[in-house]
């Protein structure tokens, strides 16, 4: 079965400073990877997702991902962070099954940004 | 293009008590799907239809839960006779056919609370 790992549940970081998120996605098949963000109380907006091609994806926001096939990563980065990305962010895995191409999400992390 | 739109935003209901939730998907997106969301929890997949049809349900949609989507617009999502577990956001999302790595997108989910 599809799952997903996202290895930190709560991650701290200064306004100005990188942050990298981690995902791991267990799937058998190709996957089709996905970054959400969700603010509170909100639902959830595309940053990236990849499907093919270019292992380095480039998301909105100043965000982007590095698909790494040997290590089962999809880690999220940003080089700045502002107060503005504090945010849960969720990694999730497309998973065709008969046709549904539900998506199975990690548990996401929650990001905190101290000025 | 309003997106996905959900109603109502917010439900407080007592144990036992039926309730109906409604989602709208951005007009002629094919594809619709409910998702549960509960408290630290990343979103997981109940339902989907492809227009009018419902394709696949998830285990987590037990025989108090029935989704709907008549003439392949809106959807309802009824759960009867609540429970306290029921608790949680419930998220709808669409794409518009339903390929594979589409982009699946969200309204801001109704949050259920049972008492």
């Known amino acids: 079965a599809q799952s997903v790992t996202q290895p930190d549940i709560h991650i701290t970081v200064s306004e100005g400073a990188s942050l990298e998120l981690r995902c791991n996605y267990s799937?058998?098949?190709?996957?089709?990877l996905f970054w959400y963000v969700q603010s509170p109380g909100q639902g959830l907006q595309l940053l990236l997702k990849?499907?093919?091609?270019?292992?380095l994806v480039q998301g909105i926001k100043g965000f982007e991902a590095e698909f790494k096939r040997s290590q089962s990563s999809f880690n999220l980065r940003k080089p700045s962070v502002h107060w503005s990305d504090a945010a849960e962010y969720f990694c999730?895995?497309?998973?065709?099954?008969?046709?549904?191409?539900?998506?199975?999400f990690g548990k996401g992390t929650k990001l905190t940004v101290n000025p | 293009d309003t997106g996905v739109s959900q109603d109502p935003r917010h439900k407080i209901t007592k144990r036992g008590q039926n309730v109906t939730f409604r989602c709208d998907p951005i007009s002629e997106h094919n594809r619709l799907y409910w998702y549960r969301q509960t408290l630290g929890q990343g979103p997981e997949f109940l339902t989907y239809f492809q227009n009018e049809a419902q394709l696949e349900k998830s285990r987590l949609l037990s025989d108090r839960f029935s989704a709907e989507r008549p003439k392949g617009s809106f959807s309802t999502l009824e759960i009867q006779r609540t429970e306290q577990g029921d608790s949680a956001m419930y998220l709808c999302?669409?794409?518009?056919?339903?390929?594979?790595?589409?982009?699946?997108?969200f309204g801001p989910g109704t949050r259920l609370l049972v008492l």
């Open positions: 999302a669409s794409s518009e056919r339903g390929g594979r790595g589409e982009t699946q997108y």
């Open positions: 990849y499907f093919s091609g270019d292992t």
């Open positions: 799937y058998g098949a190709t996957p089709y």
């Open positions: 999730a895995v497309g998973a065709p099954q008969g046709g549904s191409e539900k998506l199975v």
